[in-house]
DNA sequence: GTGGTCTAGACCACT
DNA sequence: GTGGTCTAGACCACG
């Protein structure tokens, strides 16, 4: 399975992207161990290389722990997890108003066009 | 007035949303001249070059028109200018759904979030 | 009637080729007036200095002659009107030809091509 | 091995014709990466930005890929090849019977002319 | 004065 | 090593 990645967006940030998603959904859980940087490059179709850039900053983010001749795991510290939800939703919310008063439209256009569409999501 | 850019995204983009953003929001009229490059690269503080960069490429996007000797204008034709927005707001809606989804939100979570910022907007 | 420019070359150089094309085609007849620069700058909607470079170019190619309070009138000799005649002729092809081997073309395949199309020209 | 360029045309036009022909001729096959954007600067005698500009319009004509850290190639689209031939071959012929009307001859005068030369095409 | 092209050289991000 | 962006500065063609 190799993952189709965006050709204008670094494949290291879509990774990353991608394993916080997992953890925040709960598709990695607390505590889990993450697949080894060699078996996930493999399976993501990426060099090595990249994949141990995406493991090194999520452990930089606290979200992965690195033990020593063991692997990369989910960390345990809940709390850590709920912050970075909360970050990642208010970051969203953030840069997509911003992107919306760039571009002149305005609030209650947009929310509506949102509202319309929200079944789809 | 020099533009405050953001830093990971290039500075010609930036400029590209931020005229096209002005188009749209009808800051540009259609027909109307655009600065001349160098006095809009002085102004953005900003090299020539960009700046010309930024032209050619609203031209590509069909939204300008440049004559010889004379600058660029906007282009009057107001069907494009309507498309582009419509356009803008599509892919701008739809880039937020995808990095909803990714993360793990749920719908009404995002929506409901958005509009508690509303009056932000 | 104002007329239409490609917008990739020189307006200038479209119409000198617009006026020799009309010498060459018998259009504009040896020893006739020229319309004066301003008439015609203001019957093409183009910038009367535009159109004083158009008849300049056309006067050093010797095709063309100022007399000066008279207005400009094209040459009566008929050799260097055939000559020019050939010449551009033979620069057409050149350029053709030289095109068609930047691209690779057999020259069997573009000349059935231009076949084909020979009743449609 | 520097390339010679015509002084009336950009050089980047010129190597894009030349990059496309080569494309377009199988001198490049579909899929073949390209040299690097620095090599090829420095094969044809140019400075890399101008190869860059190169390069980034092949890709907006589709005709190549970019891929991150690892450089340029043909696009694996033989469909996308062959239309590009055929696009291009039909520019040309159209381009050149509009020059032969604008100059006023006739077309048979030209095909004859042209079948005179054909060997040396 | 206007856009367009080109060079030289630097720095950055990605793989 | 690869592409991508940016600056500084120059020169040209056009209207």
Redesign the interface.
């Known amino acids: 399975m190799s993952i189709d990645f965006l050709?204008d967006k670094?494949?290291y940030q879509q990774l990353i992207?991608?394993i916080?998603?997992?953890i925040?959904?709960?598709?990695f859980t607390p505590g889990e161990k993450l697949p080894s940087v060699r078996d996930y490059a493999v399976q993501a179709g990426v060099n090595a290389n990249t994949m141990q850039r995406v493991y090194k900053e999520l452990e930089q983010m606290k979200i992965t722990e690195t033990r020593r001749g063991q692997g990369s795991f989910v960390t345990e510290d809940i709390a850590a997890i709920a912050a970075l939800r909360t970050e990642?939703?208010e970051q969203?919310?953030k840069s997509?108003?911003q992107?919306?008063?760039?571009?002149?439209?305005?609030?209650g256009?947009?929310?509506d066009?949102?509202?319309e569409?929200?079944e789809?999501?």
């Open positions: 050709p670094p494949i992207e991608r916080t998603g997992d925040i959904r709960g598709t990642m939703k969203l919310v997509f108003i992107n919306v008063e760039e571009l002149g439209f305005s609030a256009e947009m929310v066009y949102l509202q569409r929200r789809s999501i």
